[in-house]
């Protein structure tokens, strides 16, 4: 073998093993998404809060450390085919496998601003892939233990990175989604409103 084939065969074994790196760490990131997807159902569902269908969202077995993040709140938004675990915090570790609520911010439902950061790439969830696809008045759902409220979109916008504004605590209560532009050079901003 010459030196251009093993060049050639070098950059294929390369390419390969780079394009199951990626597939590894989506399906890690989708399976504990859905493991704290169920939990939060399954707590739902022993409240008696919720109808939830049999049949939907069987609990997968727990994988290690599948237990150390829980979810607050589901995220349903209809229009994008959105159905997300929403966590507390928005480190790296968090935006992996959740939307992340943004620490110090409003809960869901409570005056102010309730705001929350996910990922839109296909390493790790792309729960926000479709949100340039939001217009006003679109409806966004978030169910928590202690109710389901719906927000509808109020304004679209892209922002600088450093633009922290966007999580300013408002008046009423009202809604933040942040997550990228498509090449991660600024951040495209959702907010909504509390619908009664």
Known sequence: MNKRQLSG???????ILIICTAAFMRFSSNK??????????NTLKNMGD????????????????YQEIDAIA???????????????GTDMDTLKFAVGHFEGTAMPG???????????????????????ELESGDEILVRTKGGEYKY?????????????????????????????????????????KLQD
Do not use: W
């Open 9 to 15: 065969a070098l950059l294929i074994i390369v390419g």
């Open 32 to 41: 504990k998404q859905k493991d704290m997807m169920d939990r939060f159902e």
């Open 50 to 65: 919720y109808d939830i269908k049999e049949g939907d969202n069987k609990s997968p077995n727990g994988g290690p450390n």
């Open 74 to 88: 589901l995220m349903i938004i209809p229009k994008i085919n959105v159905n997300a675990a929403v966590a507390e």
């Open 110 to 132: 409570e005056k102010g601003n309730f705001a929350v950061a996910g990922h839109r790439n296909y390493t790790y969830s792309e729960y926000f892939k479709r949100a340039d």
């Open 152 to 192: 509808k979109v109020t304004e679209k916008k892209i922002v600088e990175p450093e633009a922290v504004e966007v999580l300013n605590s408002t008046k009423d209560a009202t809604l933040t989604i942040v997550t990228c532009t498509p090449g991660a050079t600024k951040r495209l901003i959702i907010n909504g």
